[in-house]
Every structure is written in structure tokens, then in C-alpha cells.
């Protein structure tokens, strides 16, 4: 297997860089960044390659050991997403980052320096104070990071061989709130943040050794349900789809279960699609994933899916194209902030075509000058992604969906609206577009647009 370990290493920092910008505010404008999470996901990888010794497997640990916040606070423990960063702006970086050191510490250890063991267990150490406070906010409702802190603590404190009993409740309370609302801001129809959670819920069952049999079968249940919603999607991109990126692009997608798979001989593949997040597919598909798991069933042309709220979200599904909505958003209107929310990555009406159309309906405003659009239309998170910054709470557009099977109708509504605005609209935004735009009898509305496509 193939990769230069020495592309992009920094020997002065201990880690390797990436082209900027970073995605948190410090380094927003930084030309070149060092992410931690990153790290410690090419340290996963070279283990599972049997590379480890082709890396100062030390430096990158003690880096990343630095990086962490030392002490008392709020933060304890939690180490910076950038080594530039000059405080911490991204606390999801401890879930992230923990997630790949701890399956390298459970699976591949023998592949350490006994060296590199102290410091392991130190940034283990720190790390568990971040996770010991995340049990106590209870905030269900962001599954992937609750989740994530939740597996990440709980397997911790196995390697460090401290008693948590005290979570177990916790983790049973949280179970119950996914499974009776629905996985709260609607993160299980999202493609990103669904394989994320299904990551999380494997180490978790693949990796626990103490793991109560009451949250064992709990978080067994919600395994089998998010996995069902995958397989639901038969291999393609999730419409309509919440948390999303693809706003310049139609969907990048990989199906789960293909990628519970052996490493390629081009590990740089694995790195690339991995970037932050813990690259799994190796080591469950060595652990025997494939043969644990329920089979992927036959699916059926129409979906739904329940969502928060009674809220649905519903997908029509054929061969070359599939149409999905949402019967209501905003889903969590709690969660709109002028800094961050859900709805600047929430595509509520969505179209896609296998040659890779993407269409979808989207807000747009100008304030001051300045464009702001939801769905967005670059990736910015924690910088502001509000149609306006002028109001607080910031208006959200609305959206009502009745879908059946290959026909959907949507109901728009932005009120109140703000004479800060000097430009609102909502438009159909048409995204990698194969077919033509057809010309029109004067007498259909000015918003009716027909497009004809290829075959």
C-alpha cells in the first residue's frame, strides 16, 4: 500500500497542513492551517496499514497534547480544530479527534511506542473531563455531537478503567429521546451527519467490553434504525436532505456499507475521503462488520421518514432521478442564531438526476451590500450564516411540503420580513444542469420554468 507520509508534514508543528481557509472564524482567512482532527484520522489510517512506523507517531501526539486546553472551565480538555487557532472555536474537535485515537489505542496499540502510551492516556485524561460535562447538557437534540461525546467518554473511561456508572442512565435517557423525537435537529436525513452517527454507534457496539446489556440492546435499536434509513435511500443521495453541503454541487455520496471495506492500495483515497472524521471501513470490516449487521432489504419506490415534530420527510425514488421533501421547516426554529442554525444548510424541496442535476429551492437576501442565502451558498460555519444581521432572532423562511409519489407542492412564506432588506427573493437554484430550458406560451406564469433532459 502506497502514501508519501512526508506530503504536507511540518516537522516544527508535528502535524500536517492543508491549503486554507480554515472553517471557524481565527482562521478564516489563513492561506495554510494544521487540523488536529485530521491528525489524528492519518494516524488511524497508517495503523491500519501497518505504517505506523513511517510516522513521528510522538510528535503528532504531543502536538496534539499542546493543542488541548489545560485546567479548569468550561472547555477543559478539549483540544483546538486548528493549530493555528488562537482559542478554541469548534468544541466538536474532541469527538472527532477522540474518536480515531481511541480505536487506535483499543485495536492497533501493539503497533505503539511505549512511549507514546503516557501521552495517549494524557490527552484520554483530558479529554474525559470535556466528556464527563457534555453527559450533564443532556443536549439531545445535536445527535452526532452528543452521540459522539457519549461513545467517545463512555469508551474512554474503559481505557482509563474509571467507573461511569453514573452515565448509564444518561446514555439510556438520550436512547429515548432518539428513538421518541425523532433524533431532535432531523441529523438521521442527512447523508454527512447519518454516517457519522453510524461510525459512532459501531465503535460503540463493535469496541465496548463493559457496555451494560439495557444500553447495549438501546443503542442496538438505533443502529438498526438509522442503518434501515440508509439502505432506504438504495445506494444514492439522500433527498430531501438536512445538514447538507452540496450547495455548489450535486451530492458527493458513498453508501455506508460499501464503505466498510479493505484498505485500497492508494491510501491517500482513504485520506482524502475521511478528512476530519475517524476512517472506520478498515477496521469494522476487519472485525467482521458486514456479517453482524442486518441484510439490505428490497426497498420500495416511495419513502417516509419520520422527523421531530410530526414532521415527515418523503422521497420518490427512481432509477435516474428522485424527488424528496419536507412536510414542514424550520424543524427546531430554537435552533436559528444569527452565527449558526440549520436552516443555511437545509434543503427542504429538492431534485436529483443521476447525471447529476441538483435542484432546490432557496431564500436570498441583500443587506447592505451583502448577499446571504438559505440554502447557503458556501461553506461558512460560525461565521454567519443568517438572512440578516440586523434582527435578533433572524427570520427564517418557511416552508409546508405535500408530496405523493412523483408530485410535490410547496408552500413559501418569509414574514416578518425586515426594511433592512434591500433584495428578497425565492428562487429555484438548478445546480450541474444537463437538460435545456424550453421556451414558453405567454400565457404560463412568469415562475413556471420547464426543463427537458436527456433520455
Not at 472564524?25 to 488536529?36: A, F, G, W
Not at 436525513?189 to 453510524?198: A, C, E, G, K, Q
Not at 421547516?329 to 427542504?348: K, N, T
Request: aromatic share 12%; proline share 7%.
Amino acid at each position: 500500500m502506497t502514501f508519501d507520509w512526508q506530503q504536507d508534514w511540518d516537522a516544527k508543528v508535528g502535524l500536517w497542513w492543508k491549503a486554507g481557509p480554515g472553517h471557524t472564524p481565527p482562521v478564516k482567512e489563513t492561506l495554510r492551517v494544521h487540523p488536529i482532527p485530521d491528525a489524528a484520522s492519518r494516524l488511524l489510517v497508517a495503523a491500519q496499514a501497518g505504517q505506523l512506523n513511517r510516522i513521528d507517531v510522538k510528535a503528532v501526539l504531543a502536538a496534539i497534547r499542546e493543542a488541548q486546553r489545560t485546567g479548569e472551565g468550561p472547555f477543559a480538555g478539549v483540544p483546538r480544530w486548528f493549530w493555528e487557532e488562537p482559542y478554541l472555536s469548534d468544541s466538536n474537535a474532541a469527538f472527532f479527534t477522540g474518536m480515531s485515537l481511541l480505536v487506535l489505542w483499543q485495536v492497533y496499540r501493539a503497533q505503539l511506542a511505549e512511549e507514546t502510551h503516557v501521552l495517549l492516556r494524557e490527552i484520554f485524561t483530558g479529554l474525559q473531563q470535556w466528556f464527563n460535562r457534555a453527559y450533564a447538557e443532556k443536549a439531545f437534540y445535536y445527535p452526532n455531537k452528543y452521540l459522539g461525546d457519549l461513545v467517545c467518554g463512555w469508551l474512554m473511561g474503559e481505557i482509563l478503567e474509571v467507573k461511569h456508572d453514573a452515565a448509564i442512565p444518561v446514555m439510556l435517557e438520550a436512547a429515548a429521546y432518539w428513538r421518541d423525537c425523532e433524533w431532535g435537529w432531523g441529523e438521521h436525513v442527512s447523508d454527512i451527519y447519518r454516517r457519522v452517527m453510524l461510525d459512532q454507534l459501531s465503535v460503540l457496539l463493535f469496541l465496548s467490553e463493559r457496555l451494560p446489556l439495557e444500553v447495549r440492546e438501546a443503542y442496538t435499536g438505533l443502529f438498526h434504525e438509522l442503518l434501515a434509513i440508509e439502505d432506504a435511500y438504495q445506494g444514492g443521495p439522500g433527498v430531501p436532505s438536512f445538514r447538507s453541503y452540496a450547495f455548489l454541487n450535486s451530492p458527493d455520496y458513498h453508501d455506508y456499507r460499501s464503505l466498510i471495506r479493505p484498505l485500497p492500495e492508494d491510501l491517500g483515497v482513504v485520506i482524502r475521503e475521511a478528512g476530519n472524521e475517524a476512517p472506520l471501513g478498515a477496521t469494522l470490516y476487519a472485525l467482521g462488520w458486514h456479517a453482524r449487521v442486518p441484510a439490505r432489504p428490497t426497498q420500495p419506490v416511495d419513502v417516509e421518514i419520520p422527523c421531530f415534530g410530526g414532521v415527515t420527510a418523503t422521497a420518490h425514488l427512481e432509477e435516474d432521478i428522485r424527488l424528496g421533501s419536507i412536510s414542514r421547516v424550520p424543524l427546531m426554529p430554537s435552533a436559528e442564531h444569527l452565527l449558526w442554525g440549520m436552516s443555511w444548510m437545509c434543503f427542504p424541496a429538492v431534485f436529483w438526476r443521476r447525471a447529476g442535476d441538483w435542484g432546490f429551492l432557496q431564500w436570498a437576501t441583500r443587506e447592505d451590500g451583502q448577499y446571504h442565502s438559505h440554502p447557503e451558498t458556501q461553506l461558512c460555519s460560525y461565521i454567519g450564516q443568517s438572512l440578516t444581521t440586523q434582527v435578533v432572532p433572524p427570520m427564517v423562511g418557511r416552508t409546508w411540503c405535500l408530496q405523493q409519489g412523483d408530485n410535490l407542492l410547496a408552500l413559501r412564506v418569509m414574514s416578518p420580513i425586515t426594511v433592512s432588506w434591500e433584495m428578497l427573493c425565492d428562487r429555484f437554484r438548478l445546480v450541474n444542469g444537463t437538460g435545456n430550458m424550453m421556451p414558453l406560451p405567454p400565457t404560463k406564469p412568469l415562475a413556471t420554468v420547464a426543463v427537458t433532459t436527456p433520455g
